[in-house]
């Protein structure tokens, strides 16, 4: 994909996130009361939970880093599943970008405001939404548009003849990628969980007036079964993206010593790796090679036969 299309989809994300909070700033500083224009209305309202209000009825610590973290791992993900599509598909794309930046818009508030701005009203036949905002208008939009592509064009998003049978092309090699990338995510986890614990924790004992047993037990607990919920997520997630990699590292090498192997057994035929296939190269190298050994088969068989004369003739026997 090109640097323009590139730089489309993730530009998508940032104008999306800044139209949101230039809404969400205006309704802030102009809506003071409840206005109705037909079945369209504006109202100010804070939600501390997701979108429509899921996620209200937890408690507010549990809830606030919840919300967020699911925020941070939206992005890994995000740019996970825009280098892992193995075509264009610049509806998908813009569709998750849009969707993301939605997202990223109200977990910005809870960040910022502790709960997300709603100020829109719909109201049709007496029936009156919840209130909502400009952020979860465009995830639906967003949603609409990766539906449609999954549904209309999924073929082109996992071919059937783009599969390898072969899950664990070379185990030995692909359990430990898969190991280490998630040897190292744990380290950053723990590093991470020992920091903002502990910095929770001497918060808590210097600035909370009270029983300090209590507090902890309201505050660091949740923390703490949220971030152990949270690494295991991101730990398996690192270990299915580690096997998905590891494969198309393994894949094109597996491929090309196959390929070799008929060539050695008199079989010519093109190396076709998989679309996204590290190491695209080989095929231009198989190519060369089956080029050469073609070439060397035709010289072998135009090549004159030696002639026989006076001098080299053997021996006429007696």
Same mark, same amino acid.
């Given at each position: 994909m090109s640097k323009r299309k590139w730089l489309l989809v993730y530009l998508t994300v940032l104008i999306v996130f800044g139209v949101d909070q230039l809404s969400k700033t205006w309704a802030l500083n102009h809506i003071t009361q409840l206005e109705m224009h037909g079945f369209w209305g504006l109202v100010l309202h804070r939600n501390p939970g997701a979108i429509l209000g899921t996620f209200a009825n937890l408690p507010p610590l549990l809830r606030v880093v919840s919300l967020s973290t699911a925020g941070a791992f939206l992005i890994f993900l995000f740019g996970i599943l825009q280098y892992l599509l193995p075509k264009s598909l610049m509806v998908l794309r813009l569709g998750m970008s849009i969707l993301l930046g939605g997202i990223l818009g109200n977990? @910005?508030?809870?960040? &910022? &405001?502790?709960?997300?701005?709603?100020?829109?009203?719909?109201?049709?036949?007496? @029936?009156?939404?919840?209130?909502?905002?400009?952020?979860?208008?465009?995830? @639906?939009?967003?949603?609409?548009?990766?539906?449609?592509?999954?549904?209309?064009r999924a073929a082109e998003i996992w071919p059937d003849k783009n599969?390898?049978?072969?899950? @664990?092309?070379?185990?030995?090699?692909?359990?430990?990628?898969?190991?280490?990338?998630?040897?190292?995510?744990?380290?950053?986890?723990? +590093?991470?969980?020992?920091?903002?614990?502990?910095?929770?924790?001497?918060?808590?004992?210097?600035?909370?007036?009270?029983?300090?047993?209590?507090?902890?037990?309201?505050?660091?607990?949740?923390?703490?079964?949220?971030?152990?919920?949270?690494?295991?997520?991101?730990?398996?997630?690192?270990?299915?993206?580690?096997? +998905?990699?590891? &494969?198309? +590292?393994?894949?094109?090498?597996?491929?090309?010593?196959?390929y070799l192997d008929d060539l050695l057994e008199g079989k010519e035929r093109e190396l076709k790796l998989r679309a996204g296939d590290e190491f695209k190269h080989l095929e231009e190298v198989a190519e060369k090679i089956r080029e050469k050994l073609h070439q060397s088969k035709n010289a072998t068989t135009e090549a004159p036969a030696p002639s026989v004369t006076a001098e080299n003739a053997p021996p006429e026997s007696d």
């Amino acid at each position: 994909m090109s640097k323009r299309k590139w730089l489309l989809v993730y530009l998508t994300v940032l104008i999306v996130f800044g139209v949101d909070q230039l809404s969400k700033t205006w309704a802030l500083n102009h809506i003071t009361q409840l206005e109705m224009h037909g079945f369209w209305g504006l109202v100010l309202h804070r939600n501390p939970g997701a979108i429509l209000g899921t996620f209200a009825n937890l408690p507010p610590l549990l809830r606030v880093v919840s919300l967020s973290t699911a925020g941070a791992f939206l992005i890994f993900l995000f740019g996970i599943l825009q280098y892992l599509l193995p075509k264009s598909l610049m509806v998908l794309r813009l569709g998750m970008s849009i969707l993301l930046g939605g997202i990223l818009g109200n977990v @910005w508030d809870r960040m &910022h &405001h502790g709960a997300v701005i709603d100020f829109l009203l719909l109201r049709f036949f007496g @029936w009156t939404s919840p209130a909502f905002n400009v952020a979860d208008a465009l995830q @639906w939009v967003g949603y609409i548009l990766v539906v449609y592509i999954l549904l209309t064009r999924a073929a082109e998003i996992w071919p059937d003849k783009n599969n390898r049978r072969i899950v @664990w092309i070379n185990p030995s090699f692909q359990l430990k990628y898969c190991f280490i990338l998630s040897l190292i995510g744990l380290s950053f986890s723990i +590093i991470s969980g020992v920091f903002s614990y502990s910095y929770l924790q001497i918060t808590i004992d210097d600035l909370v007036f009270g029983s300090p047993k209590m507090m902890e037990q309201r505050f660091l607990v949740p923390f703490f079964q949220t971030y152990v919920i949270m690494t295991l997520v991101f730990l398996v997630g690192l270990f299915v993206l580690g096997r +998905i990699l590891s &494969h198309r +590292i393994a894949g094109p090498l597996y491929a090309f010593e196959r390929y070799l192997d008929d060539l050695l057994e008199g079989k010519e035929r093109e190396l076709k790796l998989r679309a996204g296939d590290e190491f695209k190269h080989l095929e231009e190298v198989a190519e060369k090679i089956r080029e050469k050994l073609h070439q060397s088969k035709n010289a072998t068989t135009e090549a004159p036969a030696p002639s026989v004369t006076a001098e080299n003739a053997p021996p006429e026997s007696d």
